[in-house]
């Protein structure tokens, strides 16, 4: 019978010891700092120049969670740079591909669609324009 009381102990007492451990591990699949984010605009933003665009291309506001990105046709797009496996924020734009800092995770700024996993889901397009030379972009835009 103490023989079965000690393995329980010892059970409990391994189990303290990985919690702490398990905790660190949870912090490190997070986004960059610990945290993860869901702070893309819930009212009209202004982005920048309208120029910074260029056709073809795309440029990511890191500060307001959103890349915006215009088509051969001159068609402008937006979507949250959140990513949609881990939450975490997007700060990286390679050409017009958005890599995921956390976890890999690679988007395509033009359609928000996934071309790499592990997402799965694709980024939300938000609403964007041009209005007096500047971009504006969420809700109301």
Do not use: W
């Not at 869901?38 to 073809?56: F, H, I, K, R």
């Not at 939450?87 to 890999?104: D, S």
């Amino acid at each position: 019978m103490s023989a079965r009381r000690s393995a329980s102990r010892r059970t409990v007492l391994r189990g303290a010891a990985v919690a702490p451990v398990a905790g660190l591990g949870l912090a490190a699949c997070s986004a960059v700092g610990g945290t993860t984010s869901d702070a893309t605009p819930t009212a009209p933003v202004e982005l920048g120049a309208e120029s910074e665009v260029a056709q073809g291309g795309a440029q990511l506001y890191t500060n307001h969670n959103v890349v915006v990105s215009r088509d051969a046709q001159g068609t402008l797009k937006a979507y949250s740079t959140i990513c949609t496996h881990g939450g975490c924020p997007i700060n990286k734009l390679e050409g017009t591909t958005l890599i995921c800092p956390c976890h890999g995770s690679e988007f395509d700024a033009m359609t928000g669609k996934v071309v790499q996993a592990p997402a799965t889901v694709p980024l939300p397009e938000l609403p964007v324009k041009a209005s007096g030379g500047k971009l504006i972009a969420g809700p109301g835009a």
